[in-house]
């Protein structure tokens, strides 16, 4: 099968189209044709090995996997002897590991069916941005009906997703995003739109109850400023130093929030199977419309990871297989 390959860590150019043996899936796993990808800022930091912390989990001098990609959506080709969720010809999205190919298998426990109203662009959208959106709305910001919240970088994968869901879940919405893409996030539903170009957030005189902060451009305690007293900020960039990426902010925040009325909570959202049904419900009953901002061929993937990699993608970047 084809699949995009890279041997080095390195800017997208280390990556090339070869030819690989397709993967044979275990008792319980799946067998999927790909036939969309989406690309995540994560696919873009294993791929050029920075922050190098993240070398401790996928090879020191080089990538021990060396395809990427984890979200995909597709057709189920064959299935393992014990999978009892599926059956051949049904499709599916999900994550999995070496997204960016012909064919994955994946843990039948990672895989839904996709839902039949959207493209497989628009599902290879939604595993991940998904996922943390819905959980930093729900499970960390507990976002109740009426609550202001703020997204910072709304026009992304995940901002757009936590626009919609944020709305879904009764909130008055208020998005920032460049000029650019202020009709796209009032498309969305936002209620409010900032232009960072024009406006400072920080400097605008609002109260949020909760922040979903994608760009992290602000100091903590600036951030603080336009948060309730009850607040909940929740920065979500991975970006930062080479060596440990954001995790000195990370503790930064974590050791400031008990001495704070406010609560200052980075996460990590975890894979669920049971939130991608949730997610797969939301945009059945029309909450959640995935935005896809660009498609790339399989053999273009290098750019497609090069735009992610600037940190302005319209909604999601997907490949297409
Ligand atoms: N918590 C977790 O478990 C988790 C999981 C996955 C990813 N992440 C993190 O999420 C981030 C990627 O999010 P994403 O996929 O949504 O990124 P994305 O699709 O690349 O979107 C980036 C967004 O940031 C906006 N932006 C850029 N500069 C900005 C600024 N100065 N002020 C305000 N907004 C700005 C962009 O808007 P314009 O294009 O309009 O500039 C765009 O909307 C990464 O840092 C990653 O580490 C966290």
């Not at 209620?191 to 602000?218: K, S, V």
């Not at 960039?237 to 990426?245: H, K, N, T, W």
Request: a negative charge; charged letters at 20%.
């Amino acid at each position: 099968m084809k699949a995009m390959v890279h041997d080095s860590y390195g800017p997208p150019e280390v990556l090339r189209l070869d030819d690989v043996a397709p993967p044979i899936p275990g008792d319980r796993e799946v067998l999927v044709r790909v036939h969309a990808a989406g690309v995540n800022w994560a696919d873009y930091s294993i791929l050029t090995g920075v922050p190098y912390m993240i070398r401790l989990g996928f090879g020191l001098r080089r990538p021990k996997n060396g395809i990427r990609g984890t979200d995909i959506s597709g057709r189920v080709e064959a299935i393992g002897s014990k999978v009892t969720h599926f059956k051949e010809d049904e499709e599916v999205f999900g994550w999995c590991k070496g997204a960016f190919a012909e064919y994955v298998a994946a843990p039948e426990a990672q895989l839904v069916a996709k839902p039949a109203a959207i493209s497989h662009e628009q599902a290879a959208a939604v595993p991940m941005a998904g996922m943390v959106a819905l959980q930093a709305m729900r499970d960390v910001g507990d976002v109740q009906p009426g609550q202001r919240v703020l997204i910072v970088g709304a026009s992304g994968g995940i901002g757009t997703m936590a626009v919609q869901i944020a709305k879904e879940m009764g909130a008055e919405v208020t998005g920032v995003c460049s000029t650019d893409n202020v009709e796209l996030v009032q498309s969305i539903g936002a209620d409010h739109i900032i232009d960072y170009t024009t406006h400072d957030f920080t400097e605008m005189g609002e109260q949020y109850d909760l922040i979903l902060d994608i760009a992290d451009t602000h100091s903590l305690s600036e951030r603080r400023g336009v948060l309730t007293p009850s607040g909940v900020l929740i920065p979500n960039s991975g970006e930062g130093g080479p060596l440990a990426g954001s995790l000195g902010r990370i503790i930064a925040a974590r050791l400031l929030s008990p001495f704070v009325s406010q609560k200052l909570h980075p996460f990590l959202s975890t894979f669920k199977r049971e939130d991608l049904i949730a997610l797969r419900e939301l945009i059945e009953s029309g909450q959640l419309d995935p935005v896809v901002g660009g498609t790339f061929p399989l053999a273009d993937t290098a750019d497609a990871l090069d735009l992610v990699g600037r940190r302005h993608s319209r909604g999601k970047t997907v490949i297409t297989v």
